[in-house]
């Protein structure tokens, strides 16, 4: 009789941009026997969900927002824009797929439903939605930091009878607004992206903003042959520079504020506005996190270019941002701002005029009633935390991650969790996630996983598990890093405030190529902060 479980070296969560990669290593670089699963209909993570109109990488993309390890990727890829948009990441991640030969072990349209260790067999088992079992001694949770779609609770939302999209979870088939009277919620970069594109072609947009947003311009602009070719031909020297520099090949440019007057450091901010992408951020001055008044200067610089783009000043007024510059996600946009100076777009400020319930066709708010056909909801994410909590495994003596979480996300290294032995997350809660280059980022952790296990392979060892201690001492030093910028300062999902009751916890490693140094140094101690068994 056939063993009705299926057994694996390694089980991966997720065929994003990490669980990809992880798959091919582990199986074509390690030669271990992995499964990999995802809920989704193909492989893409994110970029196979977030399929809104206008939808694009948020932060320097091509050709440096994909994989670095192959020169051979690298040279038969060609980028067209340079802030990416969603169907090139997602045509790059499928050619990727194909490339290493990875979709025949992957498994789509599957929910891992449960997941629980054994510490007799040293194993992990999954359950499931269709009913299956399988075990493997390692669990790899690539499950995506953006993924768990954050729903407003409105009184009557449910009985809104028009279309319905969470951009999180846009349909494959084209949405159309032609003709219809469009309400968005929410302003972050997935509305900021989405606004101008829906404009075009609705027959009214009306925005609904809780908090207004810092957001620069993109720039986008098509690729040259010529750059193309020459970050092929320099890749090498590329590559070295984006491990040894949080994530991207440049160089941030280091200026002290102090050392400028007041006009010089406004025609540095000019020229990094007119630049566009994250420079004013990166490569201003150093220490807008971390210096009040300096922060202060930049948010006026922005606040200023806010009120010079849009063209009602009541309008404006009620876009002013008021956190600390950069203390939630930036955002990156493509006419964001203009997009208010069409007459057939609403803003509504939620701060003066709140929603207060939902109709079958509208959007009450206090002091008014907005009809709408479709209904847009850029509300984001659990952000980090809310995939693994969805998934709940079940760690040593039956522990839930839920009650393991309950009061604080502790992790070691980022990328294990004390009580849950073999089991290591990609981009999870006290990992520099979406601060670093997130396809980079999850090569790198990927690599050092497989080093660990091919650590325990060798020296005969059955389980890796992170020490209470350890896991203590990484979230203090988080923490800590945080508490010297100004992140903690605003409400973001950053410090999972976006969720109601969440903990409040700075959720990333603020220095990237710190962190990848850090786990190599782990490694080369001998695993200090892990304990092991032998094999069962
Ligand atoms: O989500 P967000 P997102 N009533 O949480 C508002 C990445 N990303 O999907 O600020 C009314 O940023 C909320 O208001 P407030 C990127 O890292 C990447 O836009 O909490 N409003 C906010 O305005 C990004 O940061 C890419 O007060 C409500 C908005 O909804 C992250 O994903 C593209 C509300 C949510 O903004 C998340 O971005 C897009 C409520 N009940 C995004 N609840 C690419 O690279 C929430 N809001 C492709």
């Given amino acids: 009789m056939t063993d009705p479980i299926q057994h694996y070296d390694a089980i991966i969560i997720g065929s994003g941009f990490s669980g990809l990669y992880a798959l091919h290593h582990l199986r074509d670089n390690l030669n271990l026997n992995v499964r990999a699963f995802d809920s989704a209909g193909g492989v893409g993570g994110t970029w196979w969900y977030n399929r809104y109109p206008g939808a694009r990488v948020d932060a320097p993309s091509s050709p440096f927002y994909a994989y670095t390890f192959s020169q051979a990727l690298v040279d038969e890829w060609r980028w067209n824009e340079t802030q990416t948009s969603q169907a090139d990441v997602l045509n790059y991640l499928e050619h990727f797929a194909e490339r290493f030969d990875l979709v025949k072990d992957i ?30 001694q390692f669990l790899i949770c690539a499950v995506g930091a953006l993924f768990v779609a954050n729903m407003p609770d409105y009184p009557g939302i449910e009985s ?32 900021i992206q989405s606004i101008p594109e829906i404009a075009k072609q609705a027959k009214h947009v009306t925005v609904f903003q809780r908090t207004p947003q810092y957001s620069l311009p993109a720039r986008n602009r098509p690729i040259s042959d010529t750059d193309l070719v020459q970050a092929r031909e320099q890749w090498d ?13 440049h ?120 009809a709408v056909d479709i209904l847009v909801l850029a509300t984001g994410f659990d952000a980090v935390t809310g995939s693994m909590l969805n998934l709940n495994p079940k760690g040593r003596n039956g522990l839930r991650l ?62 890796i598990e992170a020490t209470d201690e350890a896991a203590q001492d990484w979230v203090n030093s988080i923490n800590e890093a945080a508490a010297q910028t ?51």
Avoid at 407 to 433: C, K, R, V, W
Avoid at 450 to 459: M, S
């Fill in 486 to 536: 100004l992140y903690p300062l605003t409400n973001s999902w950053y410090m999972g405030a976006n969720v109601p009751g969440k903990p409040r916890q700075f959720l990333a490693h603020l220095r990237g190529s710190q962190y990848f140094k850090q786990l190599e140094a782990v490694a080369a101690s001998g695993y200090s902060g892990f304990t092991f068994e032998p094999k069962t």
């Fill in 107 to 136: 498994q789509f349209k599957t929910w891992v439903t449960d997941a629980q260790y054994d510490s007799i067999t040293q194993q992990w088992t999954i359950e499931t939605d269709g009913g299956e079992t399988a075990c493997a």
């Fill in 251 to 370: 160089k941030t440019i280091r200026r002290n504020a102090a050392d400028y007057t007041a006009e010089a450091r406004q025609i540095i901010y000019e020229q990094l506005w007119e630049t566009g992408g994250i420079h004013l951020s990166i490569n201003s001055f150093s220490g807008v996190l971390v210096d009040k008044n300096l922060n202060n200067e930049v948010s006026e610089f922005v606040r200023e270019k806010i009120r010079n783009l849009v063209h009602d000043a009541t309008t404006a007024k009620k876009l002013l941002p008021e956190y600390h510059f950069g203390t939630k996600r930036l955002i990156l946009d493509n006419g964001y701002f203009e997009t208010y100076n069409r007459n057939n777009v609403t803003l509504v400020d939620l701060r003066e005029d709140p929603i207060q319930a939902f109709t079958p066709s509208s959007i009450q708010t206090q002091n008014d009633e907005h």
């Fill in 160 to 191: 809104f009878s028009g279309e319905c999209y969470h951009t999180g979870r846009w349909p494959h088939e084209p949405v159309s607004f032609e003709g219809k009277r469009v309400g968005v919620i929410g302003t972050g970069s997935s509305g």
């Fill in 237 to 249: 020297e590329l590559r070295q520079s984006m491990l040894h520099r949080g994530g991207w090949p």
């Fill in 402 to 463: 839920k009650q393991k979480w309950d009061d604080q996300f502790e992790n070691y290294l980022g990328a294990t969790i004390a009580g849950f032995p073999n089991l290591f997350m990609i981009h999870g809660p006290g990992s520099p996630g979406v601060l670093y280059t997130m396809p980079l980022g999850g090569e790198r952790t990927a690599n050092w996983i497989g080093e660990t296990i091919q650590h325990l392979r060798a020296a005969g060892l059955g389980s």
